[in-house]
């Protein structure tokens, strides 16, 4: 992407200042020098000058520019990486000022104790589900989106609208229609002679409540994606596997399947990363995190809740990130080779 | 007859497979399906924060309120300052998401038209600041703000998130795409970088600044991590932190009238600002997935 052809024309003119940059660089004495140095043709010296001068003059002015925001991005992204390393190897509690080493103990801790093997299994569920979910239903509704049919950017944009808002609000309008004496559901279950269970109190029901909500509000944007992908076949390959016969299941295995892998497995990473950090609806639905305790909002309780274990907060959100991390390599590395695809 | 059976072929092929009964059943029934999926929780929020207690607290629904009354969110702004959450939310709001195009704007120019050593690494320093995800910078972020007396002030709320690696990208891109050509006479002008970040890029990026906008402020109104950690005075809350205090207030039984009062005040302005401009925002969001 970093070579596209519109790049290409920029690139090829700024290559000869760079490389005028690093000489300049390496000979500023000689520069100077060179005024006494007879066998330079002086106009060849003047042009140096200038674009020393230039070259300066733009260094400032990027650093003037890109200073603050690349500042800002190492003081509050960079260095939390490198501090929670730290904060996991004390047993400490938020707000006290001192604090114990305890070295490797928060992760041994954490990779033995049952609680955490809980936890990472609600991770685990919850991602796999709403991943799962949301890139499938997504894919449905963008099948049904892409047929020619009426109204069908209205449907694209209402169905993309959850994703915009926020999950606190969203949260709460579906607490409420989960209400088990209120809600809309135990209303449709009591037509139907159920009674509507405890979604909030049991923990199993408590983290599939959780992952409808989440599913609700992010498969539009799977959906979005996957559209995006379906206008991108060429109608002519449809058109001609019709012409040979092929049935519509056979050509969407056929054809579709394979020629949206890349946008699935975009999809599949970016699902990941967003249900690994998904904090909004499980804060405002499961206060306590009474069977919703992921990673991110483990650590979350931890250090800001009612266990005040700010060092063991850290090393959770040490191993999410390094999870995190290896996830994002995986994803470059397909983008590098996407990239050689096309 | 037989002349118009024979004529077109080719339209009728595609009849055969795809009858009207097909389309409706194929087409329309799962898309309106999705449309109300989405579209009548959302109703459902409306016309119950209209409803009186009386018509929400039964176990004999009503779809619609029988005499609507705004008496809920009069209940929620007597039972938290909401008037207050909203105003915070909103400068919030403004100061974070002006501050942060106008970085985002002066750190794409940087990266795009200005000549430095150092550009591809600072890039790609920028493109993996985008995938750290904040939660888990929030504990040492929390110290530090805290150190400096940020705890319940405007500023500690919107510093840290100031740094824009989204935006940045975004307006790269589409930097990227300008023909040098405008560039190149604005140089034989003499134009500096200053002027020519504001007489000729801006005015012709407009629309993806406008992007990178609406992207800025749907997040920031939706923040709640860092409100919710950095904020424990309700007269600093935003909207989101505020609505958790609602509920935590109420103890076991919810007062529903006025929590969907309260998640019509969070949700609407952005449901408004995305009816408008839902094409810029949709853009916007799933650009990493149509450029990369």
């Known amino acids: 992407m ?81 501090t929670n390393i730290y904060y996991s190897t004390l047993d400490w509690t938020l707000g006290s000022a001192s604090a114990t080493a305890v070295g490797v103990g928060n992760y041994v801790e954490f990779f033995t104790s049952p609680d955490a093997s809980n936890v990472l299994a609600v991770t685990a569920v919850f991602t796999i589900t709403t991943v799962g979910g949301a890139m499938i239903l997504g894919l449905l509704v963008a099948l049904a989106l892409n047929q020619k049919l009426k109204g069908r950017t209205f449907a694209r944009a209402v169905v993309f609208a959850p994703y915009v808002l926020s999950g606190v609000g969203v949260g709460l309008v579906w607490l409420f229609i989960f209400d088990p004496t209120y809600g809309v559901l135990s209303w449709i279950l ?75 497995f975009f999809l599949l990473i970016t699902s990941l990363l967003s249900s690994l950090q998904a904090f909004d609806i499980i804060r405002i639905m499961t206060p306590s995190g009474n069977g919703t305790s992921t990673l991110i909002f483990d650590s979350y309780l931890q250090a800001f809740g009612s266990y005040n274990r700010a060092g063991y907060s850290a090393a959770i959100s040490v191993v999410l990130f390094v999870g995190l991390l290896v996830m994002t390599a995986v994803q470059l590395r397909f983008v590098e080779r996407k990239v050689h695809y096309s | 007859m037989s002349d118009t059976t024979e004529a077109p072929p080719t339209r009728d092929r595609p009849l055969s497979w795809q009858s009207l009964g097909r389309t409706i059943a194929g087409g329309y029934v799962p898309l309106i399906l999705a449309t109300l999926v989405v579209f009548v929780p959302l109703l459902w929020m409306m016309l119950s924060s209209l409803k009186a207690p009386g018509e929400i607290v039964t176990t004999n629904l009503t779809l619609l309120p029988k005499d609507p009354t705004l008496q809920n969110y009069a209940d929620a702004a007597s039972t938290v300052p909401f008037a207050r959450f909203f105003l915070n939310s909103v400068i919030v709001t403004v100061v974070g998401s002006t501050i942060k195009c106008i970085l985002a704007v002066l750190t794409a120019y940087a990266l795009v038209f200005v000549r430095f050593p150092f550009k591809r690494a600072i890039f790609l320093l920028i493109l993996v600041a985008l995938m750290v995800p904040p939660q888990v910078s929030v504990l040492p972020n929390y110290v530090l703000i805290a150190g400096m007396g940020g705890l319940n002030t405007y500023w500690g709320i919107i510093l840290p998130g100031l740094g824009t690696a989204f935006g940045t990208f975004l307006l790269r891109q589409h930097f990227l795409t300008l023909p040098p050509a405008i560039m190149e006479s604005a140089e034989i002008d003499g134009a500096g970088h200053w002027r020519k970040l504001w007489k000729i890029v801006v005015p012709v990026s407009v629309p993806s600044i406008a992007t990178v906008a609406l992207v800025t402020i749907v997040s920031e109104w939706n923040e709640y991590i860092w409100p919710l950690i950095v904020t424990d005075h309700p007269d600093m809350m935003t909207l989101p932190v505020g609505l958790t205090q609602l509920v935590n207030s109420d103890g076991s039984t919810q007062n529903w009238g006025m929590l969907m009062a309260g998640a019509v005040i969070v949700l609407l302005p952005i449901l408004v600002i995305f009816a408008a401009l839902q094409r810029y925002i949709v853009s916007g969001l799933t650009q990493g997935a149509v450029t990369g």
């Open chain 1, 2 to 82: 970093g070579r596209s052809n519109t790049h290409g024309a920029p690139a090829t003119v700024s290559a000869a200042p760079g490389g005028m940059h690093e000489r300049v660089h390496t000979e500023s004495h000689g520069a100077q020098s060179s005024r006494v140095s007879v066998n330079r043709p002086p106009i060849a010296g003047i042009k140096r000058r200038r674009w020393n001068r230039k070259t300066q003059r733009d260094a400032w002015v990027f650093v003037a520019f890109a200073a603050p925001n690349v500042l800002l991005i190492l003081l509050f992204t960079y260095r939390p990486l490198i």
């Open chain 1, 190 to 264: 009591r037509g139907v002679g159920q009674a509507s269970p405890q979604w909030v109190n049991d923990p199993k029901l408590a983290l599939v409540m959780v992952t409808i909500v989440y599913v609700w509000k992010n498969l539009g944007y799977c959906a979005v994606v996957y559209l995006a992908g379906l206008q991108s076949i060429p109608t002519q390959l449809m058109e001609a596997a019709a012409l040979d016969g092929a049935s519509n299941v056979r050509r969407f295995l056929s054809i579709v399947v394979p020629l949206l892998s890349p946008t699935t």
